[in-house]
């Protein structure tokens, strides 16, 4: 699959609130990740670490530090 066709599927999986303060953010949050199966839990959990770990290269190596962090 090309980029551009990963890009288009996952503004259309995207789902975004808008809320009137932090407690109905918070309620909208709860809401939404407990609607989540443990397969779409666990799979945004992944890539939410392979991007921290994408970070982590990225600065290390900005600051010249080759050591990889895991």
């Known amino acids: 699959m090309e980029i551009s066709q990963r890009a288009k599927d996952r503004r259309r ?3 975004a ?3 009137d303060g932090f407690k109905a953010a918070e309620d909208w949050d709860l809401d939404f990740w407990q609607n989540q199966t443990p397969q779409q839990r666990l ?4 890539a939410i ?3 921290v770990l994408k970070a982590l290269r990225a600065r290390n ?7 990889e962090e895991s």
Do not use: T, Y
């Open 17 to 19: 609130n808008r809320a």
């Open 43 to 46: 799979s945004a959990l992944v």
């Open 13 to 15: 999986r995207m789902v």
């Open 49 to 51: 670490r392979k991007d």
């Open 61 to 67: 190596k900005q600051d010249g530090n080759p050591k």
